[in-house]
């Protein structure tokens, strides 16, 4: 089980399931070497490159382990403009797994920054561009990212959203295949999550996305009336909730790996964030996330969020596709028969050999998207 408060452990990983600090090297390795989340992007020599100078579980040692070699791809990319696009795009990925899952001490914030710095350096030399978007908000501002294939306008529109770890930049990096198929894509954080104007995950954080709605629904470049929202893992349940809030406003939502009701109570909770799927910190990160000090205030604060004990599931909502694993360790199964038992009929698709979002060695989660999960949102966008 994990610690009951992560002040326990101020500068140390808490590694998925039991591993030792060379199980955890081994698997990180192996994990770059398949180009396996969260390492996927990562080259395996600059995974070896970086591991070789850990010794520790030091939170602040491997940040700055990965930090220094993306360090050397920023610096290949102001030096060599021929290659900048690739280097800029390595030195995100090494900076933004040195901030993983959740930026936590001093060399994880400063990753995050110069992620961020690597990330729209990258944009900027694309084509199609990719537009920052800043939106305001309650006093502040969503940021988020805007990338629309070349000749098709107004565009349709995924609403991609970020997960518990990953960050907008995940979602927008993969633009190309939205594009490829005449669709745009909109990427925004989770609340509680990377830029996201909202610190803490309450309730109602889904405000946030319909403010986001709200703005798209005033640019003649995108056409409103065919979004479709994905969400991933715990964006899942953003997605299943604004299928019910706006309806209206959206042809469909992809609930891919999300949390619904089983996932909130506390028999569940705890054992799942002890999961091997989860590389490490997956306590530290779900804290964050929920503003919890302690595993008591975390499962306070968590089973508030139930969409079935709010009784929203029970009223109508716009086509739904439910995508998971029946093996899955941290987001239970039964969430998806939650989401049939209620509401609107639903189709979904899962894997019974697959873990979180549905991923085995037969589907890994490139085949789930281009065969499962992408022409489900190009229907439901041409419908």
């Known amino acids: 089980m994990p610690p009951s408060a992560d002040a326990q452990i101020p500068d140390a990983l808490v590694p998925g399931g039991s591993r030792s600090l060379d199980a955890l090297k081994h698997e990180v390795q192996r994990r770059a070497d398949r180009g396996m989340p969260p390492l996927g992007g990562i080259s395996p020599e600059d995974a070896r490159a970086a591991l070789v100078q850990i010794d520790s579980l030091s939170r602040e040692q491997w940040a700055l382990a990965w930090s220094s070699i993306a360090d050397q791809h920023f610096a290949q990319a102001q030096s060599s403009p021929a290659s900048a696009r690739e280097h800029y795009w390595h030195a995100w990925r090494l900076h933004h797994f040195a901030r993983w899952p959740v930026e936590n001490t001093p060399a994880k914030q400063r990753a995050k920054q110069r992620a961020l710095e690597a990330f729209r350096s990258y944009s900027r030399l694309l084509d199609p561009t990719m537009e920052v978007v800043r939106i305001p908000f309650e006093g502040r501002e969503i940021v988020a990212y805007l990338r629309l294939p070349a000749n098709v306008r107004p565009a349709p529109l995924v609403f991609g959203i970020a997960g518990l770890d990953s960050r907008k930049e995940d ?189 085995s060695p037969e589907w890994p989660a490139n085949a789930i998207f281009e065969q499962v999960v992408m022409p489900w949102m190009l229907r439901r966008l041409q419908s």
């Open 171 to 359: 979602i927008a990096a993969f633009s190309d295949r939205y594009l490829q198929q005449g669709v745009g894509l909109f990427a925004i954080d989770l609340p509680g999550t990377g830029e996201a104007p909202i610190a803490t995950a309450t309730t109602d954080s889904d405000r946030m996305f319909s403010a986001a709605l709200d703005y798209l629904a005033t640019r003649p470049d995108v056409d409103a009336a065919r979004i479709v929202v994905q969400g991933r893992s715990w964006s899942g349940y953003w997605a299943a909730k604004l299928a019910h809030t706006e309806r209206a406003r959206l042809r469909g939502t992809v609930v891919h790996g999300g949390p619904v009701h089983g996932y909130f109570q506390p028999d569940w909770l705890p054992r799942s964030l002890a999961s091997d799927e989860y590389l490490y910190d997956y306590f530290p990160a779900t804290a964050a996330l929920f503003g919890a000090d302690s595993m008591e205030d975390l499962l306070a604060r968590a089973k508030k969020f139930s969409l079935r004990d709010s009784g929203l599931l029970d009223q109508p909502s716009a086509p739904m596709l439910l995508v998971n694993g029946a093996r899955d360790s941290q987001i239970p199964i039964a969430d998806v028969f939650v989401l049939f038992e209620h509401g609107d009929a639903k189709e979904a698709w899962v894997n019974p050999a697959g873990g979180h979002m549905g991923r």
